[in-house]
């Protein structure tokens, strides 16, 4: 059976809505790489949840303190010069007009090389501007390969 089978093929809403989210997963990286941390948050709704392995931060203050965290801690590495975000295999489900879901996988790379992968399972939601943000985002990091294997 081949994939077209399965698949109905995306109307030019469902169309625009999945590029528009694809951008949003990619402003994510490129401000956050860069450190434009006050931007990034602006990525996400008012009631946005963040989890990660540190714990679960709500809404725009708590998520902006953590990646200011992560910000601060890079600023002591003064030989760093960068830190890009790779992001891969992106996968988006429309669950209605005004909101979906995915995953895709991340590899970090900075002056030293590789530092890190793992997943991000995200929830998006329309604004009420019409614009794509985060509603809940999950960061799942990958054990280092001397830490065990993933299940």
């Keep these: 059976m081949m994939m077209t089978d399965t698949i109905p093929p995306p109307d030019h809403d469902e169309l625009a809505a999945r590029e528009q989210i694809r951008e949003l997963v990619a402003a994510y990286t490129h401000l956050g790489d860069s ?16 989890e990660t ?14 990646f200011r965290n992560i910000v601060d801690d890079r600023s002591e590495a003064p030989a760093r010069t960068f830190v890009r975000h790779h992001i891969s295999n992106v996968t988006i489900s429309l669950d209605s007009s005004d909101a979906a879901h995915g995953a895709s996988y991340w590899l970090v790379t ?33 054990p280092l390969r001397s830490q065990g294997t993933q299940a």
């Design 35 to 50: 450190g434009r941390i006050d931007q990034m948050v602006k990525l996400f709704a008012p009631d946005a949840i963040l």
């Design 53 to 66: 392995a540190d714990g679960t931060y709500h809404g725009p203050d708590e998520i902006e303190g953590f």
């Design 110 to 142: 900075s002056d030293d090389g590789f530092e890190s992968s793992g997943r991000y399972r995200d929830q998006y939601r329309r604004a009420g501007d019409g614009t794509w943000i985060f509603h809940h985002r999950k960061i799942g990091r990958d």
